[in-house]
């Protein structure tokens, strides 16, 4: 009878329709400079043909084998139960929020020349593996989206009715029949949107290829984008890859806009499943053999990172503190630029069906970072040195590249809100900042913690921006890492590495368990 | 009709939603307790959410007093409604909640706290005060929502089942809180019930809404006792 979806009570639309178009225009006036700026007369070289394959190519390798992989072990977390599951599950979201760069030296200690991986094979009198180049970067992205993958799935095959699972032993269906019937049309349904997802993020990976890649052979758009900047200061050839990645990675998110599926970073993964089928030995064997599998590889890079970071507390030169201090300032403006966003475009976006705003959003999802920069980079140029904005350019940026994440989990909520409680709010004529103050903030806390901690961590540990704006003089924490691997101090670096990872988790820590302290259902 | 003056007029009008159409045209006069019965899925709760602001109308217009409320918002309108759920702040302690019916920005005189605090003892629930409703029995957070109710001191009580879940014994208690309440502040209600029980109870005239049309109050104990064949299939 009575459509609850149109009599839903909105808060003002004009704040939500600002920070919409401060967004919008943020992210155009850098597409612009840069459309202005690149030099089409000169069309694309051979190495920057070179870089869209080869930014293909491993974004493709780099999804296809994230997902596949996630496939057994979602389905083995899906059907298994045992002590510290719901520990794996949670573990499985921190790679999302980890340092791309603290990560990358975990990886390096496990995989790189010397090794624990070289180290057994060279016991063994096997040739050792090499990590730099398509594998690298690769093995890099599998590290970092297996995990989400994994999540995605397992999310998807939580969705499957108990009852489904209780009717096919009540038929006494075999694993492979259980499979057909029900776990197969579900995958056919997650997969592409798991696949999209991974793949548009690895599109535009530039701290993964900067320390595994490079070369002719190994260098993604992003990366030759810095590089032409950096190195050449060519900055109409860096404009036209800008304009290259725009329409590469913009394209295919647009596309897979609908695919992606709804981020859940929430609880509620930690609930199994009672199952009746998949009990013989062998498919337990292999359950234990991917569970098991995918832990040590999520785990044996962190553990790497603290390790050599313990060992390489004491070599911290006094620089590397600086930079920690940028960075939590860094972080904290991300936050803060963040809200002001991310609360008026999610009070604007929830009323109302899906539809633009919701875009707007995306768009920093599909305008790379280095473009971004770039953009900015050129218009501020002739005003002022950038390398004065560089620390407030970058807290900007990562909170454009956060919003996305941080609306799709504050609008449900608010959505949720709005609806329950909107029109007793209406009929108390509560408007404005008292509606905010006493409905709206505090039924969005635990949300708007968890978006907080995953925006301060991005930002914290994001290496892309800064490193085009940078000067010797000032750095963020994963630059100033950066620099200390490139002139081989790798015992800093690790200790670096490690007071890195300890900031971003912090952050992420502090904010999330402060939204859900105090929480009233 | 019976009572004073006409208050509340719903002047012609008509509410549309999709395939659903329900027209009204009726005063509601001042101090009356009128029960809004009739099938489900015929119209009530959208009828009083046109009446309180929630539902945009047609066509036609709503007058309190003579003066036209149509496009007045719903926090603005001479009336305290109360719905079927979510009539409290689960993140608002009991006292909090009352407060809202002062002040929309919870900035409390000391005046408005004493008000509080008599309205809480008023309904049995002075050592609630500080305690989040959730904590509460079902009972007791009708209570506490009618309590705010009482502070509100609108001339319009509008209430939407808000009982429901309640059992007959302690359904029975809140109706004569209400009962009590419109006494003594001299305001009218508008109430949906289901139960004739209800309306024997507490109401003096009967709005009936079947086939698309909400009927002008007519007597209680008239409508009852000789319904009409639409209100008699109704009751049974």
Known sequence: MADRAVAIIAPRAWPGGLAAAAVAALILSALAAVVWRADASRGLGAGDWSAIRFTVVQATWSAVLSVGLAVPVARALARRRFAGRALLVTLLGAPFILPVIAAVLGLLAVFGRAGWVNLGLDALGAPPVSIYGLHGVVLAHVFFNLPLATRLLLQAWQSIPVERFRLAAQLDLGPRMVFRTLEWPLLMQAVPGALALVFVICLTSFAVALTLGGG???????????????????????????????????????????????ISFGTGLDRPLTRWDARGGGQRGLDAVWILLATVFLLLPLVAVLGAGLAG????????????????????????VMGVLALPMAALIAPRRRGGIEAVGLLGLSASPLMIGTGWFILINPVANPAALALPVTALVNALMALPFVLRILVPRLRDTLLQYGRLGAALDMRGWALWRWVLLPRLRPQLGFAAGLTGALSMGDLGVIALFADPERATLPLQMYRLMGAYRMEAAAGAALILLVLALGVFWVFDAGGRAGADT | ???????????????????????????????????????????????????????????????????????????????????????????????????????????????????????????????????????????????????????????????????????????????????????????????????????????????????????????AADLLDNPPPALRAYLG
């Open chain 1, 313 to 336: 507390l004491n070599d911290v030169p006094a620089s590397v503190w600086r930079a920690a201090a940028a960075s939590i300032g860094v972080a904290l403006s991300s936050v803060a």
């Open chain 1, 216 to 262: 002719p052979r190994a260098t993604t758009i992003e990366l030759a984008i810095y590089q032409a900047f950096r190195f050449d200061f060519d900055l109409g050839r860096a404009a036209v890859l800008s304009v290259v990645q725009l329409v590469l990675a913009g394209g295919v998110a647009v596309l897979a806009l609908w695919f992606i599926p709804p």
């Open chain 2, 1 to 219: 009709m019976q009572g004073g003056a006409p208050v509340l007029t719903l002047d012609r009008v008509t509410i549309e939603q999709g395939d659903f159409r329900l027209e009204a045209d009726l005063t509601v006069a001042s101090g009356r307790k009128v029960a809004v019965i009739g099938p489900s899925g015929a119209g009530k709760s959208t009828l009083l959410g046109a009446i309180c602001g929630f539902v945009p109308l047609a066509s036609g217009r709503i007058l309190w007093d003579g003066g036209d409320i149509t496009r007045t918002a719903p926090g603005r309108r001479p009336m305290a409604m109360l719905f079927q759920d979510n009539n409290l702040f689960p993140h608002l302690s009991v006292a909090q909640n009352v407060g809202l019916g002062l002040r929309p920005d919870l900035r409390l005189s000391p005046a408005d706290r004493d008000r509080i605090a008599l309205a809480l003892d008023r309904v049995g629930l002075a050592q609630y005060a500080g305690t989040k409703p959730g904590k509460l029995s079902g009972g007791q957070q009708s209570r506490a929502a009618l309590a705010r109710v009482s502070v509100q001191a609108r001339p319009l009580i509008v209430l939407d089942e808000p009982f429901a879940a309640l059992g007959p014994a302690l359904r029975r208690d809140m109706l004569e809180l209400v009962r009590d309440l419109t006494a003594e502040q001299g305001a009218s209600l508008l109430m949906v019930t289901h139960t004739p029980d209800d309306v024997r109870l507490i109401a003096d005239d009967v709005i009936f809404v079947d086939g698309g049309r909400a009927h002008a109050p007519q007597p």
